[in-house]
């Protein structure tokens, strides 16, 4: 083999490792998201609105924002594990920095109907190179067949 050769070769190897590293940044975009949402649904099942409102983004010094948090911790508080049988977020697959509503529907007992709720979630900097995942808000829960405002 000659020089060039190996040159390209590793060359080649390089950027094909770079790409596979740029593509598992992005696809775990979707697992940040999922992971900061269920932060919060976790929070407000178990009736801490004080862990609600540390997790949204602004919400501390929002007074409005903590009210509301409280209020949903309270009316929202459920027995045991959370669970996500329904996700839909605007910030799907985001290539570029993204702002938008998820949809997400959860439950915590066998018997317990879900619940659904929208999320204004806030992919920051480059997903493609695994930027960071915020939630500024939570709303009341909304009827089953309703979508989030955008």
């Known amino acids: 083999m000659t020089v060039g050769r190996v040159l390209l070769l590793a060359l080649g190897v390089a950027l094909f490792l770079l790409g596979s590293l740029v593509l598992a940044l992005w696809l775990t975009g979707e697992n940040r998201e999922r992971a900061v949402v269920t932060r ?34 309270r009316m929202l508080r459920r027995p045991g594990e959370v669970r996500i049988v329904g996700y839909d977020s605007a910030t799907a697959h985001a290539l570029l920095a993204e702002r938008g509503p998820t949809r997400v529907a959860w439950m915590t007992g066998a018997g317990s109907p879900p619940v ?18 915020v939630a500024h808000r939570i709303g009341p829960r909304i009827a089953g067949t309703a979508s989030c405002p955008r």
């Open 40 to 73: 919060v649904l976790r929070a407000q099942a178990a009736g801490d609105g004080a862990a609600m409102t540390s997790l949204l983004e602004g919400c501390r010094r929002d007074g409005g924002c903590r009210a509301a948090t409280r209020r949903l911790a």
């Open 116 to 133: 659904i709720q929208c999320l204004d979630v806030e992919r920051l900097g480059l997903p493609l190179l695994g930027g960071r995942v």
